[in-house]
Structures are given as structure tokens and as C-alpha cells.
């Protein structure tokens, strides 16, 4: 397909705002798929979008559509998630397209994610066709929507904005037509050496590392030597083609088009997303500007549970890691858990997503610590050459006579909700720390702008701010910097031995009330034995909450058993022996024990 009759472009959106039904009605209408291959949204085939509903993976696909002007043109439609978790997804897609269709909910008019996606798509200098979607439902206000797309923008104020139903396919013709006339063609060079970007890549057990690629410049084809040039791994391409949304391989790959390469490479690291691939005999001279990888927001320990090995679970990891790569990880050693990995994500629902990703697509099983957020530990006595000590385990947070001051990440949140929560969103704010920063009054929705420490967030505050509005609230996060806090580090001991896997760092202020809520849980979480065991919350070195849990039978000291005295005596023998043998913890410590922690910082 020669360059002008090219366009790659993108379709972003609030979350449910309809991407992937218009997705599947450019796929029928350009027959790219015929309607009865045409399940319900068929770009989210993963089993976890299937679950939840939602896109969590970009996908691209390439349409040939007949034009209305008589000529045929390539779409490279890339749908993308919708989610904050997954902004990131977002910005890969947008570096590899030249447009965006910014579609519009008419039921719910512009919310928090449209305008965060609208900025990310201007940062990458891509055309925007603003639509309004859901025109069928009967809720639809679709002049009010209209109003507030072209107050987002001063060249928003004349341009057409398209009114559709992704549902029914009424005027998705006019998207379809609007997509030549608006978004560029790519601006490639066929004959200079080649360039292409890595914007996505994933590991098939025969074929190695199949990367998704984006070519600036030149031709690809299989066979042709290649060059990573960060990476600096050479090659021979085994394989390119395009996604149809199924992989169909093609004979090459063309300046401006958007396809895969199987690289054959088994070797995770090499190849990463970002980098330029080039041909080793004429490279290219200049690398595309490499992303900004992802800044994790929580972290957890992942440790293998059950029939799990941990050989498998670090091969598991390392494929998904390849696959998303917002998702970092790094070996640790905990003494209660042995070896495992902490991992960071962008959120909470990155890391239930990814959680239920290892589950169903590698079917390893997988125990997860609470998540915690990153702190600055400054140290009275600093080490040469470092400042201060990154801690994103709690298990490592030193002793706290060593330390001088902590500061933690914070983020600037922009929470959107409908006027009449705006009360009990200040006031959750407040009991997580918020710092209030900007308040904007648009007819019934209110914006709040607040600075909040990552770990007041990283718990539980998405699910609280839902439920308190009905599900009308939306949230958008962006990493702001560190700040100085009074934090301390609760340790917990069962039956007197630490169990440094539930170490959690909380306010000081907090400290004392999440230490009684939390010994309270574990009372019923942690697996009982045949004694009564003890568990404490220390902080500094002080016990300030401590709760037994039962044992498996009645104590033989209790009266009213009928037995001889003598097998009283034996039995409470053997009772002491188990206390006095429990010095360090060997108890199997189940997932529901670090499940309690999860919402320990929400208010009851
Ligand atoms: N009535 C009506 N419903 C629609 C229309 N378009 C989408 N929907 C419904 O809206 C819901 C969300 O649509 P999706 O296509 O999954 O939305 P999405 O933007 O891809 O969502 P994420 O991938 O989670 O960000 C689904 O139940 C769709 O059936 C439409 O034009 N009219």
C-alpha cells in the first residue's frame, strides 16, 4: 500500500465509554471480519478483559476500507485501555499512531479519563476526531456533551463532531470516511534504511519474542538481518506480518505500516519496548527517542504458593513482564516466605490484573504481600555516596533509631464527581492525608485537585471513593514527588517469632489503631494450632496490640475435662514444649492473612 493511503490511528476514552464496540463495528464495516466471526468485542480476548470488562492490553488490527472517494485505504486501528492503571498501554499505542478518535459517552459527557487521554494524545502531536458515542440510549444528552467537548479545546470550537452509536453502527460510516479526510498518512521514508519502533512485544514458547513494530522508515522483511540498537542484539527476522486481528504473516513490511516481527530470540531481556530496530548491514543513523519507562506507584512481594516452584513462577513473571511493561520486578528473600520477588505496578488494579494474568494464561500460583508505596529513608549516619536508602519492601526499612527523616511519594490526584458527593469526597480526602489544591465548579460536576501520599491511595481509596459516590466518581493519578512524613514501621510477631513478610509502614498517627484492627484480623486469619499462639503489633521495639488465637482443641489446664490427672500433666507438657519450640515461625502463612491487611487503612 503506498504511503498516502496509509493511516495509523488510535481510539482513546473514558473507561466503557464504548472503544472496543467501535472497534469491532470499523473491523464489520470494513469487512476485515465477517459478522459472524464477529463476537462481542473481539479485541479483548484476554480471559481477565473478559472478567472484568474491561481492555487491559492494546491491540492493533489492519482494515482495508473502501472509500467513498473511490480508493482503498490501510487503517491501523490500535484500540487502547481505558483505566488509569494502564495509561501507560495508552502512551505506547499513541507513539505508534498519527491520530485519535476521542470518543464521548453521551450518557456520562466528558470525564476525567478523556481529558487525561486527550493530553497524552497531544503530547505525542497526534490529530484528534472528537465523537460522541451512545447516541441510541435513551440517557444520552447528546447538545450537553457536545458543549463540553468544544469547551476542551479552542480548536474544538468549529470542527465537526460526529454523533454515533458504536452499539447499532448508526453513523459509524461518518468515522470511517472522516479517518482519510483528517488524520495524516505517515510520514516515512520507503527507501531510507530501515527504522521501526518496538512498541509492544510478547513470548511464544516455539517462536520466541514476537515484537509489535511500528516502521518509520525502510522495509522489513523476513529473513533480513537486524539490529536492535539499544539492545544491541543482531538477528534474522523468522517471520513479519500483520494482525487481522489473528497474526497473518505477509511477505514485507512497509515504511509507515504497523505489523510483528518473531525475532526467534529466547532471551527475555534483549528485547525491550521502546527500542529501534534496524537492519545490521545499513543502519539506520538515529534511534527514536526511547519512552520514559513507567514509574511503579505500589509494590507487593510475589511468592510461589501451592504446587508452584519458584523456577516456574520467575519464568512466568518474566514473560508477563515482557508483555507489560509497566510491570517491574526484582528477586527478594523473605524469611517467612523464602525466595520470591517484589514486584511494583502502577496501582492496585495493575496488580490484580496482573495477579489473574499469571493465573490464567501461565497457571502458576502466586501469594501476594500487601502492597506498600516507596519511601526516602534518610539515615542519621549516611552510607558513602547515597543520600538516602529507596525502600519498597517494608521488611527493609531500618530500625528507626538509625533513622533521621523518611519522605514518601506523592501524587497529585484529580477526582471528577457529581456535586452532591462533593462532601463526603473532601472528607475521605481528608482521612487519607489530602492536601486539597484546586476545586472547579462546572455546572454538576465538581474537580478536585489533591496531593495525596501514594500509600493512602494504594489500598483501598479507589473502591471507597466509587462506593461513596455511587460510581460516579473518576479518578486520575500522576506521580508528583516526596514529601516528608512521620511514619513507623509495625512489625508483627506470632507465637514470638517476627514474621517479617507482614511488616507495613503506616502513619504514626494511625499507627496504633491499624495495630489493634490488625491483630484482630489475624486472630481469625492466621492457621490455628493445637496451643494458644500470641500475636503483637511492635512498633519501635513496643508491644501496643496483642491478641491469642485460639487453639485447635481446649487446653487441657481448662477444668472440667474428664481425664486422669496424670494425662492432664502429659498433655500440658507437651503444650509448654510447643511454646517453648515456636521461636521462629514456622507456620504456613495462607493469602488470607495478607488479605486483611489489604483494607486495614480504609475508616470502618
Ligand atoms: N447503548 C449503547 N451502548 C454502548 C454503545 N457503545 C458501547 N456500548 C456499551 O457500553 C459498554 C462499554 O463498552 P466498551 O466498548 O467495552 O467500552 P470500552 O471503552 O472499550 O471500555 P474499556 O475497555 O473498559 O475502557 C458495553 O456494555 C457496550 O455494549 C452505544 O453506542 N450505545
Same mark, same amino acid.
Given at each position: 500500500?503506498?504511503? =498516502?493511503?496509509?493511516?495509523?490511528?488510535?481510539?482513546?476514552?473514558?473507561?466503557? #465509554?464504548?472503544?472496543?464496540?467501535?472497534?469491532?463495528?470499523?473491523?464489520?464495516?470494513?469487512?476485515?471480519?465477517?459478522?459472524?466471526?464477529?463476537?462481542?468485542?473481539?479485541?479483548?480476548?484476554?480471559?481477565?478483559?473478559?472478567? #472484568?470488562?474491561?481492555?487491559?492490553?492494546?491491540?492493533?488490527?489492519?482494515?482495508?476500507?473502501?472509500?467513498?472517494?473511490?480508493?482503498?485505504?490501510?487503517?491501523?486501528?490500535?484500540?487502547?485501555?481505558?483505566?488509569?492503571?494502564?495509561?501507560?498501554?495508552?502512551?505506547? $499505542?499513541?507513539?505508534?499512531?498519527?491520530?485519535?478518535?476521542?470518543?464521548? +459517552?453521551?450518557?456520562?459527557?466528558?470525564?476525567? !479519563?478523556?481529558?487525561?487521554?486527550?493530553?497524552?494524545? @497531544?503530547?505525542?502531536?497526534?490529530?484528534? *476526531?472528537?465523537?460522541?458515542?451512545? *447516541?441510541?440510549?435513551?440517557?444520552?444528552?447528546?447538545?450537553?456533551?457536545?458543549?463540553?467537548?468544544?469547551?476542551?479545546?479552542?480548536?474544538?470550537?468549529?470542527?465537526?463532531?460526529?454523533?454515533?452509536?458504536?452499539?447499532?453502527?448508526?453513523?459509524?460510516?461518518?468515522?470511517?470516511?472522516?479517518?482519510?479526510?483528517?488524520?495524516?498518512?505517515?510520514?516515512?521514508?520507503?527507501?531510507?534504511?530501515?527504522?521501526? @519502533?518496538?512498541?509492544?512485544?510478547?513470548?511464544?514458547?516455539?517462536?520466541?519474542?514476537? =515484537?509489535?513494530?511500528?516502521?518509520?522508515?525502510?522495509?522489513?522483511?523476513?529473513? !533480513?538481518?537486524?539490529?536492535?540498537?539499544?539492545?544491541?542484539?543482531?538477528?534474522?527476522?523468522?517471520?513479519?506480518?500483520?494482525?487481522?486481528?489473528?497474526?497473518?504473516?505477509?511477505?514485507?513490511?512497509?515504511?509507515?505500516?504497523?505489523?510483528?516481527?518473531?525475532?526467534?530470540?529466547?532471551?527475555?531481556?534483549?528485547?525491550?519496548?521502546?527500542?529501534?530496530?534496524?537492519?545490521?548491514?545499513?543502519?539506520?543513523?538515529?534511534?527514536?527517542?526511547?519512552?520514559?519507562?513507567?514509574?511503579?506507584?505500589?509494590?507487593?512481594?510475589?511468592?510461589?504458593?501451592?504446587?508452584?516452584?519458584?523456577?516456574?513462577?520467575?519464568?512466568?513473571?518474566?514473560?508477563?513482564?515482557?508483555? +507489560?511493561?509497566?510491570?517491574?520486578?526484582?528477586?527478594?528473600?523473605?524469611?517467612?516466605?523464602?525466595?520470591?520477588?517484589?514486584?511494583?505496578?502502577?496501582?492496585?488494579?495493575?496488580?490484580?490484573?496482573?495477579?489473574?494474568?499469571?493465573?490464567?494464561?501461565?497457571?502458576?500460583?502466586?501469594?501476594?504481600?500487601?502492597?506498600?508505596?516507596?519511601?526516602?529513608?534518610?539515615?542519621?549516619?549516611?552510607?558513602?555516596?547515597?543520600?538516602?536508602?529507596?525502600?519498597?519492601?517494608?521488611? &527493609?526499612?531500618?530500625?528507626?533509631?538509625?533513622?533521621?527523616?523518611?519522605?514518601?511519594?506523592?501524587?497529585?490526584?484529580?477526582?471528577?464527581?457529581?456535586?452532591?458527593?462533593?462532601?463526603?469526597?473532601?472528607?475521605?480526602?481528608? !482521612? #487519607?492525608?489530602?492536601?486539597?489544591?484546586?476545586?472547579?465548579?462546572?455546572?454538576?460536576?465538581?474537580?478536585?485537585?489533591?496531593?495525596?501520599?501514594?500509600?493512602?491511595?494504594?489500598?483501598?481509596?479507589?473502591? $471507597?471513593?466509587?462506593?461513596?459516590?455511587?460510581?460516579?466518581?473518576?479518578?486520575?493519578?500522576?506521580? @508528583? +514527588?516526596?514529601?516528608?512524613?512521620?511514619?513507623?514501621?509495625?512489625?508483627?510477631?506470632?507465637?514470638?517469632?517476627?514474621?517479617?513478610?507482614?511488616?507495613?509502614?503506616?502513619?504514626?498517627?494511625?499507627?496504633?489503631?491499624?495495630?489493634?484492627?490488625?491483630?484482630?484480623?489475624?486472630?481469625?486469619?492466621?492457621?490455628?494450632?493445637?496451643?494458644?499462639?500470641?500475636?503483637?503489633?511492635?512498633?519501635?521495639?513496643?508491644?501496643?496490640?496483642?491478641?491469642?488465637?485460639?487453639?485447635?482443641?481446649?487446653?487441657?489446664?481448662?477444668?472440667?475435662? &474428664?481425664?486422669?490427672?496424670?494425662?492432664? !500433666?502429659?498433655? @500440658?507438657?507437651?503444650?509448654?514444649?510447643?511454646?517453648?519450640?515456636?521461636?521462629?515461625?514456622?507456620?504456613?502463612?495462607?493469602?488470607?492473612?495478607? +488479605?486483611? *491487611?489489604?483494607?486495614?487503612?480504609?475508616?470502618?
Amino acid at each position: 500500500m503506498k504511503l =498516502a493511503n496509509i493511516r495509523n490511528f488510535a481510539i482513546i476514552a473514558h473507561i466503557d #465509554h464504548g472503544k472496543s464496540t467501535l472497534a469491532d463495528r470499523i473491523m464489520e464495516q470494513t469487512a476485515t471480519v465477517s459478522k459472524r466471526q464477529l463476537s462481542e468485542q473481539l479485541l479483548d480476548s484476554m480471559e481477565v478483559e473478559q472478567a #472484568h470488562g474491561v481492555t487491559v492490553k492494546s491491540r492493533s488490527v489492519r482494515n482495508f476500507y473502501q472509500a467513498d472517494n473511490g480508493q482503498e485505504y490501510e487503517y491501523n486501528l490500535i484500540d487502547t485501555p481505558g483505566h488509569v492503571d494502564f495509561a501507560y498501554e495508552v502512551s505506547k $499505542s499513541l507513539a505508534a499512531s498519527d491520530g485519535a478518535i476521542l470518543l464521548v +459517552d453521551a450518557t456520562q459527557g466528558v470525564q476525567a !479519563q478523556t481529558v487525561a487521554n486527550l493530553r497524552l494524545a @497531544l503530547k505525542h502531536n497526534l490529530t484528534i *476526531i472528537p465523537v460522541i458515542n451512545k *447516541i441510541d440510549n435513551a440517557a444520552a444528552d447528546v447538545a450537553a456533551t457536545e458543549a463540553q467537548i468544544r469547551a476542551l479545546r479552542p480548536e474544538f470550537a468549529d470542527v465537526t463532531i460526529l454523533k454515533i452509536s458504536a452499539k447499532t453502527g448508526e453513523n459509524v460510516h461518518q468515522v470511517l470516511e472522516a479517518i482519510y479526510q483528517k488524520i495524516p498518512a505517515p510520514q516515512g521514508k520507503p527507501d531510507a534504511p530501515l527504522k521501526a @519502533l518496538i512498541f509492544d512485544s510478547q513470548y511464544d514458547s516455539y517462536q520466541g519474542i514476537i =515484537a509489535d513494530v511500528r516502521l518509520i522508515d525502510g522495509t522489513l522483511k523476513s529473513q !533480513q538481518k537486524l539490529q536492535l540498537m539499544q539492545g544491541g542484539s543482531i538477528f534474522n527476522a523468522q517471520a513479519v506480518g500483520i494482525f487481522t486481528p489473528d497474526m497473518k504473516p505477509v511477505k514485507e513490511l512497509n515504511a509507515g505500516e504497523v505489523g510483528y516481527i518473531v525475532t526467534g530470540i529466547k532471551d527475555i531481556a534483549s528485547v525491550q519496548v521502546g527500542d529501534t530496530l534496524t537492519t545490521a548491514e545499513n543502519p539506520t543513523k538515529n534511534a527514536i527517542p526511547h519512552f520514559k519507562p513507567a514509574q511503579s506507584m505500589v509494590y507487593a512481594g510475589f511468592y510461589p504458593k501451592g504446587d508452584t516452584s519458584y523456577e516456574a513462577l520467575k519464568q512466568a513473571i518474566s514473560k508477563l513482564a515482557l508483555n +507489560d511493561s509497566a510491570f517491574h520486578y526484582t528477586p527478594e528473600q523473605s524469611e517467612a516466605l523464602d525466595a520470591g520477588f517484589r514486584c511494583g505496578f502502577l496501582g492496585i488494579f495493575h496488580l490484580q490484573i496482573i495477579q489473574e494474568r499469571l493465573r490464567d494464561e501461565y497457571h502458576v500460583e502466586v501469594l501476594t504481600t500487601a502492597p506498600n508505596a516507596t519511601y526516602h529513608v534518610y539515615l542519621k549516619q549516611p552510607q558513602p555516596k547515597q543520600e538516602y536508602l529507596t525502600i519498597t519492601n517494608p521488611a &527493609k526499612f531500618p530500625d528507626f533509631s538509625e533513622i533521621d527523616y523518611v519522605t514518601e511519594s506523592y501524587v497529585k490526584a484529580v477526582i471528577t464527581t457529581p456535586n452532591e458527593y462533593l462532601g463526603a469526597v473532601m472528607k475521605l480526602c481528608d !482521612q #487519607h492525608f489530602g492536601e486539597m489544591v484546586d476545586l472547579d465548579n462546572q455546572q454538576d460536576l465538581v474537580t478536585l485537585t489533591y496531593k495525596l501520599p501514594v500509600s493512602e491511595i494504594a489500598y483501598d481509596f479507589f473502591n $471507597s471513593l466509587k462506593s461513596i459516590t455511587h460510581g460516579f466518581a473518576t479518578l486520575d493519578t500522576e506521580f @508528583l +514527588d516526596y514529601e516528608l512524613v512521620d511514619v513507623v514501621k509495625i512489625q508483627i510477631q506470632i507465637n514470638y517469632a517476627a514474621v517479617d513478610a507482614l511488616d507495613i509502614i503506616v502513619p504514626r498517627q494511625k499507627a496504633d489503631l491499624i495495630a489493634h484492627k490488625l491483630v484482630k484480623k489475624l486472630k481469625y486469619t492466621v492457621p490455628r494450632r493445637l496451643y494458644p499462639m500470641p500475636v503483637q503489633a511492635m512498633v519501635e521495639n513496643k508491644s501496643i496490640a496483642r491478641v491469642d488465637v485460639p487453639p485447635l482443641r481446649k487446653n487441657a489446664a481448662v477444668n472440667g475435662e &474428664k481425664r486422669s490427672i496424670s494425662k492432664k !500433666q502429659q498433655l @500440658l507438657r507437651r503444650q509448654s514444649l510447643n511454646k517453648r519450640q515456636a521461636v521462629k515461625s514456622d507456620i504456613k502463612l495462607p493469602q488470607s492473612v495478607f +488479605d486483611a *491487611i489489604l483494607n486495614i487503612n480504609e475508616p470502618d
